[in-house]
């Protein structure tokens, strides 16, 4: 897990500030740091050390004998077992490192080595015999990589601050992106970021370059399986076990201290069991509290650790210093997101990594992948009662789903939640992005709509629920703030639930996923049978709660949200209509918790905003480094 920044191209413009680009990234790599140069191309690598730590790991690599060069961000889990089928086809090795693995591969296997490669990754190889850039993202873009290109150049980079470095007038605001997150709670899903000309690379993509192009080409490696035409008829409980046994074996490699994000909830709790099954250790764990009034989770982590015999350590995240954390936050994501939850992981990798634990392992992806929202027993129930209404089901079989689901979500918000899911033609006016829509300045006709990802035929409407969420409404700003606050601190996060084994196992076998009202079945399967069958029973739902109402409502934030609305200069205010945020904040304040939501999410817009109007130091290194290598351009490893 590292960073990674580069130039291809016309690169004498870029020398001079090729080691400031790089020290913009030092927090992604505090153990060392490596550059080279060649004819037409630079790369820059920061190095956190977790596989390999001897010089061998040291990136960039090259093969001495095509010159071929690679700087690599992520880890491949399953690197021993490729190595292995490397090694019995004449493939020699000089280090022990998922890096070289990573290089042979491609020199060995080409584009056919994706299909075998299981982890996360954003890598970019150059090829001097053919003057070719090739750069990649994994299948469900875990591990970031951006790109602008100037006409003669091509900058890409883990973060896009990297490319401001390197180009500070890339740093203005995009107001697509800013829109999709303002009026749809939606961001990082194509390949807009939040700078009108930095562009991500999507997930499950390899392009090419050759300077001189004038753009890259791009390959699409890897799509949602379609669905298996038999109908479900295995143990989901005993398949899904199997899959996330072997997803946190390959997690668990490593050679530094390994730890786990605990909630108490279904998703870390099953990670939790699965490791403790393959550790000799007490599994060392950590959860978010914020002080002894608001324990959270902490009753139900500390149940799950009690079962398993693993160790836990409750987190303390703090009150008073929030809009300060909160600048931390925007600044680290490149960006305004919407979910609080980034405070509590804030304080847990910060906690981790002073306590000599540089890999976590999370439970990012389960909800989406095994349907733990409420809208998905929403459709569901909806679909129950067109089966009901064709004489396929009995009205009693009907009433039994709806008094479940009930005692998972009570009536009301099961009402709220059927509504949203099927409201008709008629009702599209009362739709609240409707309002949100009219907040935007200069935005004119219809409401506005980014391209949606698009579902393999034959999926039911569950499946396209979950597949939207899966791979553009939700999880992708999940992974993004996830990877930026993780690394912010110099930790590796490691998602089991993103093994690409068991997506393609959920979405091509669709086992039964809400049984009796409750959500993720095979989870909660797969705890009664490993211990935990307190947790498996829960249906209630908390996550990493946060104090956002009390801190936007009263103190520093009542203040300065207060002083916006009082001032005519205010960032913000070039994209979003004053007076109607003013009514917004006015709603939040009778505690109203979506007005809550969405004025929380100005708030992270405006400060991001702020923030880019203005120069930033590069972040202290983290930690003591190893095999620090001064800032420069020097040659990279051969292998």
Same mark, same amino acid.
């Not at 300077?211 to 109908?231: I, K, Q, S, V």
């Given at each position: 897990?590292? !960073?990674?920044?580069?130039?291809?191209?016309?690169?004498?413009?870029?020398?001079?500030?090729?080691?400031?680009?790089?020290?913009?990234?030092?927090?992604?790599?505090?153990?060392?740091?490596?550059?080279?140069?060649?004819?037409?191309?630079?790369?820059?690598?920061?190095?956190?050390?977790?596989?390999?730590?001897?010089? !061998?790991?040291?990136?960039?690599?090259?093969?001495?004998?095509?010159?071929?060069?690679?700087?690599?961000?992520?880890?491949?889990?399953?690197?021993?077992?490729?190595?292995?089928?490397?090694?019995?086809?004449?493939?020699?090795?000089?280090?022990?490192?998922?890096?070289?693995?990573?290089? &042979?591969?491609?020199?060995?296997?080409?584009?056919?080595?994706?299909?075998?490669?299981?982890?996360?990754?954003?890598?970019?190889?150059?090829?001097?015999?053919?003057?070719?850039?090739?750069?990649?993202?994994? #299948?469900?873009?875990?591990?970031?990589?951006?790109?602008?290109?100037?006409?003669?150049?091509?900058?890409?980079?883990?973060?896009?601050?990297?490319?401001?470095?390197?180009?500070?007038?890339?740093?203005?605001?995009?107001?697509?992106?800013?829109?999709?997150?303002?009026?749809?709670?939606?961001?990082?899903?194509?390949?807009?970021?939040?700078?009108?000309?930095?562009?991500?690379?999507?997930?499950?993509?390899?392009?090419?370059? #050759?300077?001189?192009?004038?753009?890259?080409?791009?390959?699409?490696?890897?799509?949602?399986?379609?669905?298996?035409?038999?109908?479900?008829?295995?143990?989901?409980?005993?398949?899904?076990?199997?899959?996330?046994?072997?997803?946190? &074996?390959?997690?668990?490699?490593?050679?530094?201290?390994?730890?786990?994000?605990?909630?108490?909830?279904?998703?870390?709790?099953?990670?939790?069991?699965?490791?403790?099954?393959?550790?000799?250790?007490?599994?060392?764990?950590?959860?978010?509290?914020?002080?002894?009034?608001? #324990?959270?989770?902490?009753?139900?982590?500390?149940?799950?650790?009690?079962?398993?015999?693993?160790?836990?350590?409750?987190?303390?995240?703090?009150?008073?210093?929030?809009?300060?954390?909160?600048?931390?936050?925007?600044?680290?994501?490149?960006? *305004?997101?919407?979910?609080?939850?980034?405070? *509590?992981?804030?304080?847990?990798?910060?906690?981790?990594?002073?306590?000599?634990?540089?890999?976590?392992?999370?439970?990012?992806?389960?909800?989406?992948?095994?349907?733990?929202?409420?809208?998905?027993?929403?459709?569901?129930?909806?679909?129950?009662? &067109? %089966?009901?209404?064709?004489?396929?089901?009995?009205?009693?079989?009907? &009433?039994?789903?709806?008094?479940?689901?009930?005692? %998972?979500?009570?009536?009301? !918000?099961?009402?709220?939640?059927?509504?949203?899911?099927?409201?008709?033609?008629?009702?599209?006016?009362?739709?609240?992005?409707?309002?949100?829509?009219?907040?935007?300045?200069?935005?004119?006709?219809?409401?506005?709509?980014?391209?949606?990802?698009? *579902?393999?035929?034959?999926?039911?409407?569950?499946?396209?629920?979950?597949?939207?969420?899966?791979?553009?409404?939700?999880?992708?700003?999940?992974?993004?703030?996830?990877?930026?606050?993780?690394?912010?601190?110099?930790?590796?996060?490691?998602?089991?639930?993103?093994?690409?084994?068991?997506?393609?196992?959920?979405?091509?076998?669709?086992?039964?996923?809400?049984?009796?009202?409750?959500?993720?079945?095979?989870?909660?399967?797969?705890?009664?049978?490993?211990?935990?069958?307190?947790?498996?029973?829960?249906?209630?739902?908390?996550?990493?709660?946060?104090?956002?109402?009390?801190?936007?409502?009263?103190?520093? !934030?009542?203040?300065?949200?207060?002083?916006?609305?009082?001032?005519?200069?205010?960032?913000?205010?070039?994209?979003?209509?004053?007076?109607?945020?003013?009514?917004?904040?006015?709603?939040?304040?009778?505690?109203?918790?979506?007005?809550?939501?969405? %004025?929380?999410?100005?708030?992270?817009?405006?400060?991001?905003?702020?923030?880019?109007?203005?120069?930033?130091?590069?972040?202290?290194?983290?930690?003591?480094?190893?095999?620090?290598?001064?800032?420069?351009?020097?040659?990279?490893?051969?292998?």
């Amino acid at each position: 897990m590292c !960073g990674i920044v580069g130039v291809a191209g016309e690169i004498a413009p870029y020398r001079g500030i090729f080691p400031a680009a790089l020290a913009s990234i030092v927090h992604r790599g505090p153990d060392g740091e490596g550059t080279m140069e060649l004819p037409k191309v630079l790369f820059g690598h920061r190095r956190l050390a977790i596989i390999d730590l001897t010089e !061998g790991g040291h990136q960039p690599m090259t093969d001495a004998a095509t010159g071929t060069v690679i700087t690599f961000n992520g880890e491949i889990f399953n690197y021993r077992e490729l190595r292995t089928e490397l090694e019995q086809q004449g493939v020699r090795f000089r280090s022990s490192s998922d890096t070289e693995v990573l290089l &042979r591969a491609f020199l060995h296997w080409r584009t056919e080595m994706f299909s075998r490669l299981n982890g996360m990754w954003a890598f970019a190889i150059w090829e001097p015999a053919t003057a070719t850039l090739t750069l990649s993202r994994d #299948r469900f873009g875990v591990k970031p990589l951006y790109w602008h290109h100037d006409g003669s150049a091509l900058l890409f980079g883990s973060e896009a601050k990297a490319l401001i470095a390197l180009k500070p007038s890339l740093a203005k605001p995009n107001s697509d992106a800013i829109y999709d997150l303002v009026v749809n709670s939606r961001s990082h899903a194509s390949q807009d970021s939040f700078y009108k000309h930095i562009i991500s690379l999507p997930p499950a993509t390899t392009a090419t370059y #050759r300077p001189g192009d004038t753009d890259l080409r791009m390959m699409r490696y890897w799509n949602y399986p379609a669905p298996d035409d038999a109908a479900y008829s295995g143990d989901s409980g005993e398949e899904f076990g199997a899959l996330i046994d072997d997803s946190v &074996r390959l997690r668990l490699r490593s050679d530094v201290p390994i730890g786990l994000t605990l909630s108490g909830g279904l998703d870390s709790s099953a990670i939790l069991a699965a490791a403790q099954k393959q550790s000799a250790a007490p599994v060392r764990c950590f959860t978010s509290v914020y002080g002894e009034s608001e #324990r959270g989770e902490e009753r139900w982590a500390r149940i799950a650790t009690e079962a398993c015999g693993a160790d836990l350590e409750a987190v303390v995240a703090g009150h008073q210093d929030w809009l300060a954390t909160l600048g931390d936050i925007v600044h680290h994501m490149d960006g *305004p997101g919407y979910s609080s939850a980034v405070f *509590p992981l804030w304080a847990i990798m910060k906690r981790a990594r002073a306590s000599g634990v540089p890999v976590l392992l999370e439970g990012q992806g389960a909800d989406e992948l095994l349907g733990g929202y409420p809208h998905y027993t929403a459709i569901q129930l909806a679909a129950a009662v &067109r %089966t009901t209404l064709s004489g396929k089901t009995s009205i009693a079989d009907l &009433r039994r789903a709806f008094t479940a689901a009930k005692a %998972t979500f009570g009536a009301r !918000g099961l009402a709220a939640w059927m509504l949203r899911q099927n409201v008709g033609g008629a009702l599209k006016r009362f739709d609240p992005k409707n309002a949100r829509h009219r907040m935007m300045r200069d935005v004119e006709g219809s409401l506005q709509e980014s391209a949606r990802a698009t *579902p393999p035929p034959g999926y039911t409407p569950l499946q396209k629920a979950l597949h939207s969420d899966h791979s553009d409404t939700v999880l992708p700003s999940l992974l993004h703030y996830g990877d930026a606050i993780s690394m912010a601190h110099g930790i590796e996060a490691r998602l089991p639930f993103m093994d690409y084994r068991l997506v393609e196992w959920a979405f091509r076998k669709h086992p039964p996923l809400i049984v009796d009202g409750k959500t993720k079945a095979p989870i909660r399967s797969y705890l009664a049978a490993n211990g935990m069958q307190a947790i498996a029973e829960r249906r209630d739902k908390l996550g990493y709660p946060t104090a956002i109402a009390r801190w936007i409502n009263t103190g520093e !934030g009542r203040v300065m949200i207060d002083d916006w609305l009082a001032s005519s200069n205010v960032p913000l205010w070039s994209f979003i209509e004053r007076s109607a945020v003013a009514r917004l904040v006015a709603k939040a304040r009778t505690g109203d918790s979506t007005a809550i939501f969405h %004025t929380y999410k100005l708030v992270v817009t405006n400060i991001w905003l702020m923030q880019i109007g203005t120069a930033r130091a590069p972040s202290p290194p983290i930690g003591n480094a190893r095999g620090h290598r001064s800032p420069g351009l020097t040659a990279a490893v051969a292998i």
